[in-house]
T-cell receptor
């Protein structure tokens, strides 16, 4: 039973356009969410996070939106750049203060 | 600041053999995690250490997996005997504080192939 789901295994976006990566979760008790980015042959690196008391958090080109009623969050990257090509993981903090990860979405930025 | 170091980067073994992975976390980080990432899935926590004590090992298959963190710094993860389904990338991460609200810093991982 996947508690954090990223239903799009891959996404292709033109350079300069907006990339939107989606994530759904099933446990309404999750109160903190994080996005990590992973390049091939490297470990994931932290990108941005959001607490459930907020509905938006912004950091430069990256914005995360949280819709608690829909149990849905999304990561927006504007504008998309070639260096953004990577696998993006959504993760939620559970009641044991551990991360529950989605399966990831591979983002490809086309020149 | 040096990142999280892991070795080896790649390992190929036959089923029923044993294997060990090593991790050196970022200096000063009290919390260390081992994750298993199977192809096409997100990382799954195997064990969390706070200094040299175990905080959570609920998902560690203790009949074959073991881990230790000596002197609260380096850590080793061992599999004995290995099964085909253990083929995965094993990620080590560290963070300055306990709890997943703290940013975790990951090493490059060890890719294990069990034949």
């Amino acid at each position: 039973d996947q508690q954090v789901k990223q239903n799009s295994p891959s996404l292709s976006v033109q350079e300069g356009r907006i990339s939107i990566l989606n994530c759904d979760y099933t446990n309404s008790m999750f109160d903190y969410f994080l996005w990590y980015k992973k390049y091939p042959a490297e470990g994931p690196t932290f990108l941005i996070s959001i607490s459930s008391i907020k509905d938006k958090n912004e950091d430069g080109r990256f914005t995360v939106f949280l819709n608690k009623s829909a149990k849905h969050l999304s990561l927006h990257i504007v504008p998309s750049q070639p260096g953004d090509s990577a696998v993006y993981f959504c993760a939620a903090v559970d009641s044991n203060y551990q991360l529950i990860w989605g399966a990831g979405t591979k983002l490809i930025i086309k020149p | 600041e040096a990142g999280v170091a892991q070795s080896p980067r790649y390992k190929i073994i036959e089923k029923r053999q044993s294997v060990a992975f090593w991790c050196n976390p970022i200096s000063g980080h009290a919390t260390l995690y081992w994750y298993q990432q199977i192809l096409g899935q997100g990382p799954k926590l195997l064990i969390q250490f706070q200094n040299n004590g175990v905080v959570d090992d609920s998902q560690l298959p203790k009949d074959r997996f073991s881990a230790e963190r000596l002197k609260g710094v380096d850590s080793t993860l061992k599999i004995q005997p290995a099964k085909l389904e253990d083929s995965a990338v094993y990620l080590c991460a560290s963070s300055p504080g306990a709890g997943a609200y703290n940013e975790q810093f990951f090493g490059p991982g060890t890719r294990l192939t069990v034949l």
